[in-house]
T-cell receptor, first 115, second 112 residues
Framework: GAVVSQHPSWVICKSGTSVKIECRSL??????MFWYRQFPKQSLMLMAT?????????EQGVEKDKFLINHASLTLSTLTVTSAHPEDSSFYIC???????????FGPGTRLTVT | GQQVMQIPQYQHVQEGEDFTTYCNSS?????IQWYKQRPGGHPVFLIQ?????EVKKQKRLTFQFGEAKKNSSLHITATQTTDVGTYFC????????????FGKGTLLTVNP
């Protein structure tokens, strides 16, 4: 149980275009989803926290107009990278938790390359 | 903001040797969690520690939470090649969103 999927697993896009990444909890209802960014051989940097039906809470330094997060249902959250630039190239990972359980279940990640 | 320091950054051991990674938070934590990320994979939850001074064991893995709830450690006894990966601690300072601050992780490699 507790499986989280992400789509796509990797994507290459041109500078200036937008990319949408989906995060789904497959066998549980995710009351909260988190979006992280991970650089090679580095830690996970929390970008934002989203609760179903409400606006995402962004971490300091993360541009909310550039990284649009939508958590429309208890099983789906999306991250849209708008007007992507090469410096946005990274590994984006989502995680989800349910109710009062503390552990986060991570998706497999999405490798974004902006050319 | 809250910071979580983790050392060492890398550790290479011979199979059968022990391994320990340490985690220290700048603030008192509500709980601390440990995750393992295999090369090319995603983080997988290992355990959560909540109580001051708590010690939990999972087979060859021993997790400790400090009395002040600001530091933690993960000790692996007699490492195996399957233990290879990056071990992250993640601190929860308490809050309605349960957000975690991750340490930089310790990459463990095991020589067979």
């Amino acid at each position: 149980g507790a499986v989280v999927s992400q789509h796509p697993s990797w994507v290459i896009c041109k500078s200036g275009t937008s990319v949408k990444i989906e995060c789904r909890s497959l066998d549980f209802q995710a009351t909260t989803m988190f979006w992280y960014r991970q650089f090679p051989k580095q830690s996970l940097m929390l970008m934002a926290t989203s609760n179903e039906g409400s606006k995402a809470t962004y971490e300091q330094g993360v541009e909310k107009d550039k990284f649009l997060i939508n958590h429309a249902s208890l099983t789906l959250s999306t991250l849209t990278v708008t007007s992507a630039h090469p410096e946005d190239s990274s590994f984006y990972i989502c995680s989800a938790k349910t109710g009062a359980y503390y552990e986060q279940y991570f998706g497999p990640g999405t490798r974004l390359t902006v050319t | 903001g809250q910071q979580v320091m983790q050392i060492p950054q890398y550790q290479h051991v011979q199979e059968g040797e022990d391994f320990t990674t340490y985690c220290n938070s700048s603030t008192t934590l509500s709980n601390i969690q440990w995750y393992k990320q295999r090369p090319g994979g995603h983080p997988v939850f290992l355990i959560q520690l909540v109580k001051s001074g708590e010690v939990k064991k999972q087979k060859r893995l021993t997790f400790q939470f400090g009395e002040a709830k600001k530091n933690s450690s993960l000790h692996i006894t007699a490492t195996q090649t399957t233990d290879v990966g990056t071990y992250f601690c993640a601190g929860d300072s308490g809050g309605s969103n349960y957000k975690l601050t991750f340490g930089k992780g310790t990459l463990l490699t095991v020589n067979p």
